[in-house]
């Protein structure tokens, strides 16, 4: 089972967006994913630079920004990925 799939939470670990939540969206390669969010915008992201929880969420491949908020919504954790989390990595 791969750490990084489709529908997989992670928290951004680097840049402006440290510490919030987002979904893993689309599996672009062995070094990037396509991430989305509540407070993050959708984006190609390095794996190096998130932190994968065992949250998962049910997402098609590719789902668009409003079906991401959507199923969040769904999974009852908007108040996770509306906070920011402090890591100490």
Do not use: W
């Not at 689309?26 to 915008?41: A, F, M, P, Q, T």
């Not at 108040?79 to 402090?86: A, G, I, Q, Y």
């Amino acid at each position: 089972m791969p750490v990084f799939e489709v529908g997989r939470v992670a928290y951004k670990t680097l840049g402006r967006e440290a510490g919030l939540a987002c979904v893993i969206v689309e599996v672009i390669d062995k070094s990037y994913v396509l991430v989305d969010g509540i407070k993050v915008r959708r984006r190609r992201a390095n794996v190096r630079h998130l932190a994968p929880t065992p949250e998962k969420i049910d997402i098609k491949k590719g789902a668009k920004t409003a079906a991401v908020k959507k199923a969040v919504i769904a999974a009852k954790m908007e108040e996770k990925f509306s906070n920011r989390m402090k890591l100490d990595l």
